[in-house]
């Protein structure tokens, strides 16, 4: 291990030792796209990969940020630490946000096992930001137990979160609708577990049996049939059943090979998105300042060259030159 | 490390808190939604902080800015122990402004102490945030 780590960079160096000061600039860097923190990233990949990354996702207002705080609690008790992501939207129009995932976790000021980071959506849709996943993993290899990622409140197609967690938590309260609102496609499609929060309130006990009635109309042979738990941080009651559940998919995911499947999935479409951006920049640049892609675009506008050909013309050369 | 800026367009991160137990945050919120309007983002901790807690979150927030608010009259006491804090925790280059009800005199002593901007009650919005955006891009 010694060895290993004597070949990091002095600051992925400093993250695997357990210097948060630097963890956090690191990860600024990384939501900033600065690339400077390249080699960084990539001499930290083969250290992660060792801890789950629980998604906790939902709509807004159903109690996301306090069912973290109790979960670092209940992981903090069992004696595992924990790394934190809470995403919060950023305004379309000024690109400003105000990130108040951190205001329900309790006073943890000289336990070094937490560690928490609010996040800034800055244009991403889907729940997560871009630097999410990268985020997440940098957690994972500074040694965190587990990974807790809080999205921004969800609406129905809000499924970013299954490109970054192993295990996906969907949160709901009572009364968010009849037994037909779970059928509908998206949100509940990527639950593992399924958490009805606010489990203290009337009608908590119908939802419960919405969602459980939901998850019994999957395919028989389905290797995972989502849990449903109950919760409350109110009274507080159920949070050991939703880290009871969640380390019950993690189990699954080992003994059933799910893991490696659905990371192959997940990286897969991380490389894909890393070269889509790639040489969307490259293209977007090219085509203001090469002169034969400028006389390309100007056959399109004088529609001697539809966009289609055009863009086949430019993909082939992308492709050739990689 | 110096504080990295891959772009001027990285967004100010700013730590908007209370430290104390006055229990009256609207200040502190107006604040912070004005940041925000300003294109910041604005990480809100909220009611009851201890010292300790902001400077926690001011550095795992990796913040560029922090703003107090505070209405109890423990400032003399509070202030200075958190930029203790923040120079014992190698967080000494962070700026610190403050708001709310701080007399004169204090007033005089907390920025000796090092607290960058203090605005009192009746302050304009537009004066805040151009004092918090030229405290932080002169700390980058």
């Known amino acids: 291990m010694t060895g290993r780590t004597a070949r990091l960079p ?45 998604g906790i996702t939902g709509p807004l207002g159903v109690g996301k940020s306090s069912l973290v705080n109790a979960l670092v609690g209940r992981l903090r008790s069992l004696g595992q630490s924990v790394g934190v992501v809470g995403v919060d939207p950023s305004s379309p129009f000024t690109g400003g946000s105000v990130l108040g995932d951190r205001i329900r976790l309790e006073r943890r000021a000289d336990d070094t096992g937490v560690f928490f980071r609010s996040m800034a959506s800055r244009g991403a849709a889907g729940g997560v930001a871009a630097a999410t996943r990268e985020v997440a993993r940098l957690m994972d290899a500074a040694g965190f137990d587990v990974v807790l990622v809080e999205t921004v409140g969800s609406g129905q197609v809000d499924v970013a979160i299954r490109e970054v967690a192993t295990t996906r938590v969907v949160v709901l309260v009572p009364h968010l609708g009849d037994e037909v609102q779970t059928l509908k496609a998206g949100l509940f499609e990527i639950a593992d577990v399924f958490c009805v929060n606010k489990s203290d309130l009337p009608g908590s006990e119908l939802a419960r049996r919405d969602l459980t009635e939901y998850v019994g ?11 449903v738990v109950a919760t409350s941080t109110l ?53 203001e300042r090469d002169p034969a892609l400028r006389q390309l675009l100007d056959e399109v506008v004088a529609r001697r060259i539809d966009p289609r050909t055009a863009a086949e013309r430019l993909a082939a050369g992308a492709v050739r030159g990689a | 490390m110096a504080k990295a800026r891959a772009s001027k367009k990285a967004p100010i991160r700013v730590l908007i808190a209370k430290p104390g137990l006055d229990g009256h945050d609207r200040g502190a919120k107006v604040v912070a939604r004005a940041l925000r309007d300003a294109g910041m983002e604005v990480i809100y901790a909220g009611l009851r902080q201890t010292p300790e807690e902001i400077v926690r979150a001011a550095l795992e927030e990796d913040v560029d800015l922090i703003g107090l608010s505070i209405l109890s009259g423990a400032h003399m006491a509070l202030f200075p122990r958190i930029l203790t804090l923040l120079k014992v925790q190698g967080g000494r280059s962070i700026p610190v402004f403050a ?21 009192g009650p009746g302050t304009s919005l537009e004066e805040i945030v151009t004092t918090a955006q030229s405290l932080a891009h002169r700390a980058s």
């Open chain 1, 235 to 287: 009274t507080p009651s159920g949070i050991p059943d939703l880290v009871a559940a969640f380390d019950a998919h993690e189990a699954y995911l080992d003994a059933s090979g799910g893991r490696t499947e659905g990371e192959r999935r997940r990286l897969a479409v991380e490389i894909v998105g890393l070269v889509r951006d790639r040489v969307g920049r490259e293209l977007t640049g090219r085509l």
């Open chain 1, 10 to 54: 002095p600051a992925a160096r400093a993250i695997v030792d357990g210097d948060r000061r630097v963890l956090a600039r690191t990860i600024t860097q990384v939501e900033n796209g600065d690339p400077s923190v390249d080699r960084v990233i990539r001499s930290l990949y083969p250290r992660a990969g060792r801890a789950p990354v629980v």
């Open chain 1, 217 to 227: 109309l999957g395919p028989k042979d389905a290797g995972w049939t989502p849990r």
């Open chain 2, 99 to 119: 708001g709310g009800i701080i007399p004169d005199e204090d007033a005089r002593r907390l920025k000796r102490a090092g607290i960058r901007a203090i605005f």
